[in-house]
Nanobody
Framework: QVQLVESGGGLVQAGGSLRLSCAVSGRTSTTYTVGWFRQAPGKEREFVAVIMWSGSSDYVESVKGRFTISRDNAKNTVFLQMNSLKPEDTAVYSC???????????????????WGQGTQVTVSS
């Protein structure tokens, strides 16, 4: 059974930084895609960033230049470095794994097979 566990969320002032981690277990191969999504209160879940097994990545326009997704395949961990945070970045952030990727840089949550429980990120103004 594949499990994903996020960590690194918290409360930060606008302009600050946080680094989220997503630890993937139960999978011996690293040829999976990992995406980060977020959901703010009263809003639908939103795609944030995705990284392919090769390390290639894609981002939603609103975080380009501020967020960086990376992965350490030796540790089965994916990171989301978030800089220049804004109050509108406040949300529960979840990572998800697409174990049998059939699409490059998937943005639809239906493409993903396993999800973490989420971690709260709160940015104060």
């Amino acid at each position: 059974q594949v499990q994903l566990v996020e960590s690194g969320g918290g409360l930060v002032q606008a302009g600050g930084s946080l680094r989220l981690s997503c630890a993937v277990s139960g999978r011996t191969s690293t040829t999976y895609t990992v995406g980060w999504f977020r959901q703010a209160p009263g809003k639908e879940r939103e795609f944030v960033a995705v990284i392919m097994w090769s390390g290639s990545s894609d981002y939603v326009e609103s975080v380009k230049g501020r967020f960086t997704i990376s992965r350490d395949n030796a540790k089965n961990t994916v990171f989301l470095q978030m800089n220049s945070l804004k109050p509108e970045d406040t949300a529960v952030y979840s990572c998800a794994a697409d174990i049998w990727p059939s699409t490059d840089f998937p943005r639809a949550d239906t493409e993903y097979d396993y999800w973490g429980q989420g971690t709260q990120v709160t940015v104060s103004s």
